[in-house]
T-cell receptor, first 114, second 113 residues
Framework: AQSVTQLDSQVPVFEEAPVELRCNYS??????LFWYVQYPNQGLQLLLK??????LVKGINGFEAEFNKSQTSFHLRKPSVHISDTAEYFC????????????FGRGTSLIVHP | ETGVTQSPTHLIKTRGQQVTLRCSSQ?????VSWYQQALGQGPQFIFQ???????GRGNFPPRFSGLQFPNYSSELNVNALELDDSALYLC????????????FGQGTRLTVV
């Protein structure tokens, strides 16, 4: 079984500041990793995913994440945030084989202040 | 625009009642998954359907059941509603079960009173 821990329930930042949302995972087998964004009253939208290859993954809206196998982490970063980035962010993990069931973290609320 | 649509968007039911939620998958997608997202929590996997057959199930009781139709649209049925069933129910479709990208609908907000 796999699990995901999002270390911060809420991250407040000022507009144009950099931000990092932290995600750690636990799994006994190899995994795929994902970050999703959820705007109020909306479903989830995929920001980026790590399947294999380069550990630095670039996604939409200027976000990127780095897979660190030794630290079992997949932190999400953006160098300069906008007010419109205010949303809930979810990290998810799925094994590369067998069951296709993803496990989601509890989410991090990113609040961007003007 | 993801192409996945869910209905209704909001619903209020009384404890003990039954509810049916509907999902129309993105065109060409033969796999649909359902999730329950309680307030302040991440989505929890309920089950997945692939070509009209259940293809995996999370830790939910049998009163949560589903169907997938030949046009790949889907229903989630919940019997004997409990207060803790109040949540946002999300549907996600993908081209194949093993695909790593799924497209989510906007969800149905169910409130049980």
């Amino acid at each position: 079984a796999q699990s995901v821990t999002q270390l911060d329930s809420q991250v407040p930042v000022f507009e144009e500041a950099p931000v990092e949302l932290r995600c750690n995972y636990s799994s006994s087998v190899s995994v795929y990793l994902f970050w999703y964004v959820q705007y109020p009253n909306q479903g989830l939208q995929l920001l980026l995913k790590y399947l294999s290859g380069s550990t630095l993954v670039k996604g939409i809206n200027g976000f990127e994440a780095e897979f660190n196998k030794s630290q079992t982490s997949f932190h999400l970063r953006k160098p300069s945030v906008h007010i419109s980035d205010t949303a809930e962010y979810f990290c998810a993990v799925r094994t590369t084989g067998g069951s296709y069931i993803p496990t989601f973290g509890r989410g991090t609320s990113l609040i961007v202040h003007p | 625009e993801t192409g996945v649509t869910q209905s209704p968007t909001h619903l209020i039911k009384t404890r003990g009642q039954q509810v049916t939620l509907r999902c129309s998958s993105q065109s060409g997608h033969n796999t649909v998954s359902w999730y329950q997202q309680a307030l302040g929590q991440g989505p929890q996997f309920i089950f997945q359907y692939y070509r009209e057959e259940e293809n995996g199930r999370g830790n939910f009781p049998p009163r949560f059941s589903g169907l997938q139709f030949p046009n790949y649209s889907s229903e989630l049925n919940v019997n004997a509603l409990e207060l803790d069933d109040s949540a946002l129910y999300l549907c996600a479709s993908s081209l194949l079960a093993q695909n790593t990208e799924a497209f989510f609908g906007q969800g149905t907000r169910l409130t049980v009173v």
